[in-house]
């Protein structure tokens, strides 16, 4: 998939390595819409970009269907959904519960949905600057959905990153950090994904 012109809707592109995934896809051509929780965070990417002639909308994560709505007025369609899994708790297993759990309910609502609005490729990020077990759960979760869905629309890669290095999360503008997991390895696993040819789904492991 050649990137100029795609439509990317990136979930919670306002944490972890959300805006530079976002400024990287604009710079190779991507329109981006990005749900926030943070309107500050947010009005600063879309600022960034914009200075770049990038092409951005911001939408405050709330009603799914109410953004949905905005993002085909504003674009007309979506043709990569991303949903930016960062994992930023250091907690151990014990403390894994249904609560944990409804924190991602947003990223399952979009898998969920994908169906009704989504034309190219589905791409979920996991990651954290952890690898203990509360990490893996999550990994675990998103890459088993993303498995079990069968779709003739759209293609599934599942990015997993573990003890990406938390001091260069949005600070990884330099491109060759020599032994650091960085923003920078993320967004180029995510290009990588768009123009392959390989129509197959993957899952991409990161690692030291």
Not at 102 to 125: C, H, P, T, V
Not at 190 to 203: A, M, T
């Amino acid at each position: 998939m050649n990137p100029v012109d795609k439509v990317v809707l990136i979930i919670n592109g306002d944490a972890g390595s959300g805006s530079y995934i976002a400024e990287n896809l604009a710079k190779n051509g991507c329109k981006i819409a990005l749900t926030y929780n943070n309107k500050s965070i947010a009005e600063n990417i879309k600022k960034r970009i914009e200075k770049v002639e990038g092409i951005i909308n911001i939408y405050k994560n709330d009603d799914i269907e109410e953004i949905l709505k905005n993002v085909k007025n504003d674009f007309g369609v979506v043709n990569i959904l991303i949903n930016n899994i960062y994992v930023s708790d250091d907690k151990n297993i014990d403390e894994f519960s249904l609560n944990t759990l409804n924190e991602y309910d947003i990223y399952y609502n979009y898998l969920k949905a994908a169906d009704r609005f989504l034309s190219g490729i589905l791409i979920n990020i996991v990651y954290s600057p952890y690898g203990n077990m509360y990490y893996k759960s999550i990994k675990k979760i998103f890459n088993n959905i993303a498995e079990n869905i069968k779709n003739d629309k759209y293609r599934i890669i599942s990015i997993n990153v573990d003890k990406i290095d938390v001091k260069f999360i949005d600070e990884s503008r330099i491109p060759d950090m020599k032994g650091k997991i960085t923003s920078n390895d993320i967004a180029n696993a995510i290009i990588f994904s768009l123009v392959e040819e390989n129509l197959s789904n993957k899952i991409i492991d990161l690692s030291l």
